[in-house]
């Protein structure tokens, strides 16, 4: 690697990367969002951590906690998740209604 490269990199520090110019109350939504899309998926923010190449939940944990912004890209990678995403928008969104519809053959 380039030394000026890694000698900018050495100057930035994870603070850098966290959210910043957003209003609190929509920040935390978006990481509420994240977290209720999790529970509908039904799975942990240690497996979904797990699921992107994470060593540890704490990336996913300070999404939720909208402390950092949450990286769509790793998250859509996730099986379904992004299914559960659009579910968990529209359950908040009271122009939505969210309807879970089961259809089978009857045999014969």
Request: aromatic share 8%.
């Amino acid at each position: 690697m380039d030394s000026r490269l890694a000698d900018q990199l050495d100057r930035v520090h994870p603070q850098m990367l966290r959210l910043g110019g957003e209003s609190d109350r929509k920040k935390l939504a978006v990481g509420r969002t994240v977290e209720r899309a999790l529970e509908i998926l039904g799975m942990t923010k240690q497996a979904a951590a797990y699921a992107m190449g994470y060593a540890d939940p704490g990336p996913v944990s300070r999404w939720c906690a909208a402390t950092e912004r949450p990286l769509f890209d790793k998250l859509f990678a996730i099986d379904r998740f992004e299914e559960c995403w659009i579910v968990a928008l529209a359950e908040k969104n009271p122009a939505m209604e969210v309807e879970t519809v089961v259809k089978f053959r009857r045999a014969g």
